[in-house]
């Protein structure tokens, strides 16, 4: 497994398709890419679906140049077997994380959140053995962080009804639960996810 640093654009695109209930944040001060060090072209983001403008075909090689320069991880666009134009990664993307400013109010200025986790469609821990590879994600992603950062402290929130146990072993622990209204929309920014009622809140200190 491999981590590198990764541009708000391009990360902004992979939560939109991909995040199960959360659309990209606002915004980042850092995110993180987890790459599979198995180098196959593996098909990340259909090019239509993207806000991204391939007329302007400048521009768009620019972004993918600086990617290719920045994670030593080749992106190109081709089409697949449909005849539809996707970009492509030389290795397989597992995983994105972003740390930003707390929505949430505290008093100390040291706190982080940790406001997107998304691992992508057919990464499964268990089935290829890599159990230990969201936690070690998130750990490495705070620590490099942390490294810039010093005294960082980082909170995080999951549904109620998620387990989050890589976070735990990151170095997370639950310390809160907080409860919405009844007729709240609950914690969620698609519309299409069924509303939930309560999310748990981690810390790392």
Known sequence: MKIFGIEFWLAREIYNLYHKTHTAPQGHIQSFVLVDDLEEWFPLL????TAINYSDSSL??????KISEDLNLDL??????????????????????????????????????LTRICFLPG???????KYSYPSK????????????????????YIHSDQKGKYLEHAGFTIDKIINYQPGSKGWKTRSSRDDLS????????
Request: proline residues 5%; charged residues 35%.
């Open 76 to 113: 190109c666009v081709r089409s697949n077997e449909c005849g539809e134009f996707w970009i492509y990664s030389s290795s397989r993307i597992l995983g994105i994380c972003s740390i930003g400013r707390p929505v949430a109010r505290f008093k100390d200025k040291n706190i982080f959140e």
């Open 137 to 156: 994600f998130i750990k490495m992603a705070t620590d490099i962080f942390r490294s810039k950062n010093p005294g960082s402290k980082f909170v995080t």
């Open 60 to 65: 768009f090689q620019t972004r993918l140049d």
């Open 123 to 129: 990464f499964d821990p268990k089935a290829e053995r």
């Open 46 to 49: 259909p090019l239509d679906l």
């Open 198 to 205: 309560s999310k748990k809140r981690l810390f790392k200190k």
